[in-house]
């Protein structure tokens, strides 16, 4: 059974049809990777899947339910955690901070017993701040708990901002570009750490513009152009694919 | 309620939705340029207002309103210059405060100068109490006065806007500021410049209604919700709208008045604009998609 | 994190300092100011949960003292005598929730209980603010403001032309307001010095209540919405709802300081409900820092005393004005934070204050 299940789905923006009918699945811990080239309708793709946006039509089917329509904390709520292209880490809070953040579906507390500070809120607090340490020590980042987010270094803020993904224990990850602005040596521990991560039981999907990344890690390639799916095949049949060929280096390198 | 009195609130309607079309303009103009919400807007019609009658009392009346104009757009030229230009990418919340205290400081300071006594100018021509019979119905010429000034000073934006340079690169400026810039266009005093037409329409509405309407210290905050709620219910930025806009809201309230009580007159320019801000906040004319675009 | 315990323990001390001082200086009418800048204070307090930490603007909290206020007022001074036969009257009598007290002209008037009025403005505001809280929040930036000044120019109108309201008089001999047995809250100089106690104990328990929400889970859940609310939304936290609560919360400490103060102060007028005020207050937590509880409860301690004092004079609206003004220009992060003395620095070596967030 595929765990994400997408069927027909259309979003279109004024004049501009930005996905038009793709249907695709992400089979049970499988690393699935989505490219194209530039307005393709990757990132729109994506915010339909993790509620942002709201398809015109179509179906969105998680773990056996409907999730397209739902808003995005709800969806969250369900078991799908995602990171941004451009990232989204909270500024004024120190990484752990950020981390703990992700440990919200997985604990209670709310305004009432937060302000009375009641002794579950308190363990629970420290549980929260143990199994966020945890993280850190499985992505390799213990020393940087107490740094302020913001001020880390590009490559550093994008573990944490996986590492604040992984502590909502997702069933489903969706990577948005995981290398934009990593060097070679980051991109390669990046590819590991997915590797990591699917060995963890998590399904992932992912955008990726770094054929390296994807060709190395992924079981599945879906190929969007112009909000079509043109291709959706394992990696070496899709380096072959004369249509995906020919919408990356045109027509001519297509022929040959 | 007899066919008289049903014309009757429609002018009055009529004469304050110019009013308010006119602030709502002033609004426009900068949030094209800026995107900022100008919360001191009010302040510049009640300035044009007062200033016109102290100017009055030892100048003819065209002069006095010239003078008040020319003065009032100085004000607006130095809001710009002392306390909009420092800010650096400022946040949403910051220019709202900030535009805030400035319609306070302005407000203070006219009840400083001034005192709490409402003003007014004359009538233009006629007396109060003169009316004109326009196909039955009574109009004060002021209305007439107050109407022509408006559609004047409309149509003046219009051309301005589309076949002047400086107009066209106040719009160029609004549409990406960083790509005028590239083309040369001095941003800086295009801001600048929306400023102080922003304060001359103001000041300029504020003359000519105030013998209707009467001025006084605190004129301005009502006048500014009531301009934001007209600016809003044409679509942001949308001048022509606007216009439309504020005859809706200005024969509204005056129906109003028929209904219920006075003091709560000011009321029904509050709900209309929660309401326009819960269900439509683009506008009767304004696009949604557009709406969510643009930056808050 | 449990320094704030510390920090509680230093603020009740420089409170009984305070009093002390005004004790051995024989200037205990100064009391009188200091209690009604801590019921301000409590509004401040939660108004600066709401602007700082779940980073909604409001400029219509006056709004939510004054339903506070004017409910309350309304409920004890209006005479019910009239409805003695309705049984609904009288089961009410009987239950305590109505009492009989005398009036200035030795009548008998037949009022709503002081703890009863007390409860039915708090479920009032509580209600008001979950109805105007949902539809308003959706909104941002100019919007959310404008939607909030509209809400606080709407009450406004309302108390200022509804006549049995008080229109312009407001509403005066309100009783005083005997909370526990031996605390009466009013304003009779007897009762100065337990009525200041009462009042800033009122206020440090809300700074309690509150730091220990800032430091919660819902409170990191806020500050994260603050940051970067599509990521918030990306991590299960419900915004929208989030968003909603602090706005109650808020329009409930506002609505307790109206509550109390109108008893303290034996009426309540429709000054306390106009846009100045609002933009008072915020004001102060701007001034305060915006995310910086201590700080905007000292900024309200230091300018509403001043401002109750009168060392303003008629300057009073135009001197929050001003302060507006310049910590927008110089200071956005407020004038109380850790930065404060190398943003003097880099202001006074010519560079700009850099703004943070937000």
């Given at each position: 059974m595929s765990l994400l299940s997408v069927r027909d789905l259309s979003k279109r923006f004024?004049?501009?049809?930005?996905?038009?009918?793709?249907?695709?699945?992400?089979?049970?811990?499988?690393?699935?990777?989505?490219?194209?080239?530039?307005?393709?309708?990757?990132?729109?793709?994506?915010?339909?899947?993790?509620?942002?946006?709201?398809?015109?039509?179509?179906?969105?089917?998680?773990?056996?339910?409907?999730?397209?329509?739902?808003?995005?904390?709800q969806i969250a709520a369900r078991g799908i955690a995602r990171t941004f292209q451009h990232i989204r880490l909270f500024p004024k809070m120190t990484a752990l901070e950020n981390i703990m953040i992700g440990r919200y579906l997985h604990s209670r507390a709310g305004f009432i017993s937060g302000m009375l500070n009641l002794p579950f809120t308190r363990r629970e607090q420290k549980t929260v701040a143990a199994k966020s340490r945890e993280m850190m020590e499985f992505l390799g980042i213990t020393d940087l708990a107490d740094a302020e987010a913001t001020s880390l270094a590009y490559g550093q803020q994008r573990i944490v901002e996986l590492g604040r993904a992984l502590a909502c224990e997702p069933k489903l990850l969706l990577l948005d570009e995981p290398a934009a602005g990593l060097n070679m040596r980051e991109t390669v521990e990046m590819c590991a750490l997915i590797g990591r991560i699917r060995g963890l039981g998590i399904t992932v999907f992912l955008v990726e513009h770094d054929m390296s990344l994807v060709m190395n890690i992924s079981d599945e390639v879906l190929v969007l152009s112009y909000g079509q799916k043109i291709a959706d095949d394992k990696p070496l049949a899709i380096q072959k694919n004369t249509e995906v060929i020919k919408v990356y280096l045109g027509e001519d390198n297509a022929a040959n | 309620m007899n066919i008289d009195l049903f014309f009757q609130y429609i002018v009055a309607g009529i004469t304050y939705g110019t009013i308010y079309a006119i602030v709502a303009i002033g609004f426009n103009i900068i949030y094209n340029s800026t995107g900022i919400i100008n919360f001191a807007q009010g302040e510049f019609v009640m300035l044009g207002g007062m200033t016109a009658v102290t100017f009055h009392t030892f100048l003819p009346l065209p002069v006095a309103i010239t003078a008040a104009v020319f003065v009032t757009t100085i004000v607006g030229a130095l809001i710009e210059v002392l306390f909009i230009r420092w800010l650096y990418k400022p946040s949403v919340l910051r220019m709202i405060i900030i535009t805030i205290g400035i319609s306070i400081l302005i407000r203070e300071t006219a009840l400083h100068i001034w005192g709490e006594g409402v003003r007014a100018l004359p009538y233009f021509s006629g007396t109060s109490v003169s009316a004109l019979n326009i196909g039955g119905v009574f109009v004060s010429p002021q209305v007439l006065w107050v109407v022509s000034i408006g559609a004047i000073v409309v149509a003046f934006l219009n051309v301005f806007f589309n076949y002047t340079m400086l107009g066209r690169q106040m719009r160029a400026c609004s549409a990406n500021r960083d790509a005028a810039r590239l083309c040369g266009i001095n941003a800086k005093n295009v801001v600048t410049f929306s400023f102080m037409l922003s304060a001359a329409i103001g000041a300029l509405g504020g003359s000519i209604v105030s013998p209707i309407t009467y001025v006084q210290y605190d004129s301005g905050t009502p006048l500014a919700i009531k301009g934001f709620t007209v600016a809003i219910l044409g679509g942001l930025g949308n001048s022509t709208a606007a216009v439309a806009a504020g005859m809706i809201l200005g024969v509204l309230e005056s129906f109003t008045i028929a209904v219920l009580p006075a003091a709560y007159k000011d009321v029904i320019a509050i709900v209309i604009l929660l309401g326009i801000l819960f269900i439509r906040p683009s506008g009767i004319f304004g696009s949604t998609e557009a709406a969510r675009l643009k930056e808050f | 994190?449990?320094?704030?315990?510390?920090?509680?323990?230093?603020?009740?001390?420089?409170?009984?300092?305070?009093?002390?001082?005004?004790?051995?200086?024989?200037?205990?009418?100064?009391?009188?100011?200091?209690?009604?800048?801590?019921?301000?204070?409590?509004?401040?307090?939660?108004?600066?949960?709401?602007?700082?930490?779940?980073?909604?603007?409001?400029?219509?909290?006056?709004?939510?003292?004054?339903?506070?206020?004017?409910?309350?007022?309304?409920?004890?001074?209006?005479?019910?005598?009239?409805?003695?036969?309705?049984?609904?009257i009288a089961l009410l009598a009987k239950a305590g929730i109505l009492i009989v007290r005398p009036d200035l002209y030795g009548g008998d008037l037949l009022t709503v209980h002081p703890w009863?009025?007390?409860?039915?403005?708090?479920?009032?505001?509580?209600?008001?603010?979950?109805?105007?809280?949902?539809?308003?929040?959706?909104?941002?930036?100019?919007?959310l403001a404008m939607a909030t000044l509209g809400f606080g120019t709407i009450v406004y109108r309302i108390v200022l032309g509804t006549t049995f309201l008080g229109a312009a008089d407001g509403i005066s001999d309100v009783p005083p307001f005997r909370v526990l047995p031996g605390i009466e809250i009013s304003g009779n100089a007897s009762v100065r010095v337990i009525n200041y106690y009462f009042a800033w104990g009122l206020v440090t328990a809300g700074v309690l209540l509150l730091l220990n929400l800032i430091h919660s889970r819902a409170g990191r859940a806020l500050a994260a919405i603050h940051g970067a609310e599509d990521a918030a939304d990306a991590?299960?936290?419900?915004?929208?709802?989030?968003?909603?609560?602090?706005?109650?919360?808020?329009?409930?400490?506002?609505?307790?300081?109206?509550?109390?103060?109108?008893?303290?102060?034996?009426?309540?007028?429709?000054?306390?409900?106009?846009?100045?005020?609002?933009?008072?207050?915020?004001?102060i937590v701007a001034i305060g820092g915006m995310a910086n509880l201590w700080g905007s409860l000292f900024m309200s301690l230091i300018l509403n005393y001043l401002s109750l004092r009168g060392y303003f004079g008629t300057y009073d609206d135009a001197?929050?004005?001003?302060?507006?003004?310049?910590?927008?220009?110089?200071?956005?992060?407020?004038?109380?934070?850790?930065?404060?003395?190398?943003?003097?620095?880099?202001?006074?070596?010519?560079?700009g204050v850099e703004e943070t967030g937000s």
């Amino acid at each position: 059974m595929s765990l994400l299940s997408v069927r027909d789905l259309s979003k279109r923006f004024g004049g501009l049809q930005a996905v038009e009918n793709v249907s695709f699945i992400v089979p049970h811990g499988a690393i699935k990777a989505l490219i194209g080239p530039n307005g393709a309708g990757k990132t729109t793709l994506f915010n339909l899947i993790s509620g942002v946006l709201r398809p015109d039509s179509g179906s969105i089917t998680f773990d056996g339910r409907i999730v397209q329509g739902l808003r995005p904390h709800q969806i969250a709520a369900r078991g799908i955690a995602r990171t941004f292209q451009h990232i989204r880490l909270f500024p004024k809070m120190t990484a752990l901070e950020n981390i703990m953040i992700g440990r919200y579906l997985h604990s209670r507390a709310g305004f009432i017993s937060g302000m009375l500070n009641l002794p579950f809120t308190r363990r629970e607090q420290k549980t929260v701040a143990a199994k966020s340490r945890e993280m850190m020590e499985f992505l390799g980042i213990t020393d940087l708990a107490d740094a302020e987010a913001t001020s880390l270094a590009y490559g550093q803020q994008r573990i944490v901002e996986l590492g604040r993904a992984l502590a909502c224990e997702p069933k489903l990850l969706l990577l948005d570009e995981p290398a934009a602005g990593l060097n070679m040596r980051e991109t390669v521990e990046m590819c590991a750490l997915i590797g990591r991560i699917r060995g963890l039981g998590i399904t992932v999907f992912l955008v990726e513009h770094d054929m390296s990344l994807v060709m190395n890690i992924s079981d599945e390639v879906l190929v969007l152009s112009y909000g079509q799916k043109i291709a959706d095949d394992k990696p070496l049949a899709i380096q072959k694919n004369t249509e995906v060929i020919k919408v990356y280096l045109g027509e001519d390198n297509a022929a040959n | 309620m007899n066919i008289d009195l049903f014309f009757q609130y429609i002018v009055a309607g009529i004469t304050y939705g110019t009013i308010y079309a006119i602030v709502a303009i002033g609004f426009n103009i900068i949030y094209n340029s800026t995107g900022i919400i100008n919360f001191a807007q009010g302040e510049f019609v009640m300035l044009g207002g007062m200033t016109a009658v102290t100017f009055h009392t030892f100048l003819p009346l065209p002069v006095a309103i010239t003078a008040a104009v020319f003065v009032t757009t100085i004000v607006g030229a130095l809001i710009e210059v002392l306390f909009i230009r420092w800010l650096y990418k400022p946040s949403v919340l910051r220019m709202i405060i900030i535009t805030i205290g400035i319609s306070i400081l302005i407000r203070e300071t006219a009840l400083h100068i001034w005192g709490e006594g409402v003003r007014a100018l004359p009538y233009f021509s006629g007396t109060s109490v003169s009316a004109l019979n326009i196909g039955g119905v009574f109009v004060s010429p002021q209305v007439l006065w107050v109407v022509s000034i408006g559609a004047i000073v409309v149509a003046f934006l219009n051309v301005f806007f589309n076949y002047t340079m400086l107009g066209r690169q106040m719009r160029a400026c609004s549409a990406n500021r960083d790509a005028a810039r590239l083309c040369g266009i001095n941003a800086k005093n295009v801001v600048t410049f929306s400023f102080m037409l922003s304060a001359a329409i103001g000041a300029l509405g504020g003359s000519i209604v105030s013998p209707i309407t009467y001025v006084q210290y605190d004129s301005g905050t009502p006048l500014a919700i009531k301009g934001f709620t007209v600016a809003i219910l044409g679509g942001l930025g949308n001048s022509t709208a606007a216009v439309a806009a504020g005859m809706i809201l200005g024969v509204l309230e005056s129906f109003t008045i028929a209904v219920l009580p006075a003091a709560y007159k000011d009321v029904i320019a509050i709900v209309i604009l929660l309401g326009i801000l819960f269900i439509r906040p683009s506008g009767i004319f304004g696009s949604t998609e557009a709406a969510r675009l643009k930056e808050f | 994190m449990r320094t704030s315990y510390t920090q509680v323990f230093g603020f009740t001390a420089l409170i009984v300092a305070i009093q002390i001082l005004t004790m051995v200086t024989n200037s205990s009418y100064h009391l009188t100011q200091l209690t009604m800048t801590a019921y301000y204070s409590l509004l401040i307090i939660g108004l600066c949960m709401l602007i700082g930490y779940a980073g909604q603007i409001s400029l219509g909290h006056a709004g939510f003292f004054c339903i506070g206020g004017y409910v309350t007022a309304f409920f004890t001074t209006h005479d019910l005598s009239s409805h003695k036969a309705n049984p609904v009257i009288a089961l009410l009598a009987k239950a305590g929730i109505l009492i009989v007290r005398p009036d200035l002209y030795g009548g008998d008037l037949l009022t709503v209980h002081p703890w009863a009025a007390c409860v039915v403005a708090m479920l009032t505001a509580l209600g008001v603010a979950w109805f105007v809280g949902g539809p308003v929040l959706k909104l941002k930036g100019h919007y959310l403001a404008m939607a909030t000044l509209g809400f606080g120019t709407i009450v406004y109108r309302i108390v200022l032309g509804t006549t049995f309201l008080g229109a312009a008089d407001g509403i005066s001999d309100v009783p005083p307001f005997r909370v526990l047995p031996g605390i009466e809250i009013s304003g009779n100089a007897s009762v100065r010095v337990i009525n200041y106690y009462f009042a800033w104990g009122l206020v440090t328990a809300g700074v309690l209540l509150l730091l220990n929400l800032i430091h919660s889970r819902a409170g990191r859940a806020l500050a994260a919405i603050h940051g970067a609310e599509d990521a918030a939304d990306a991590m299960g936290i419900p915004t929208a709802r989030y968003k909603l609560n602090t706005f109650v919360l808020s329009a409930v400490f506002a609505a307790l300081a109206g509550v109390l103060l109108t008893h303290y102060n034996g009426g309540i007028g429709p000054s306390e409900a106009s846009v100045m005020k609002s933009v008072r207050y915020v004001a102060i937590v701007a001034i305060g820092g915006m995310a910086n509880l201590w700080g905007s409860l000292f900024m309200s301690l230091i300018l509403n005393y001043l401002s109750l004092r009168g060392y303003f004079g008629t300057y009073d609206d135009a001197v929050f004005g001003c302060i507006l003004i310049l910590i927008m220009l110089f200071a956005p992060e407020g004038l109380i934070r850790r930065s404060i003395l190398r943003d003097l620095r880099r202001l006074v070596s010519g560079g700009g204050v850099e703004e943070t967030g937000s």
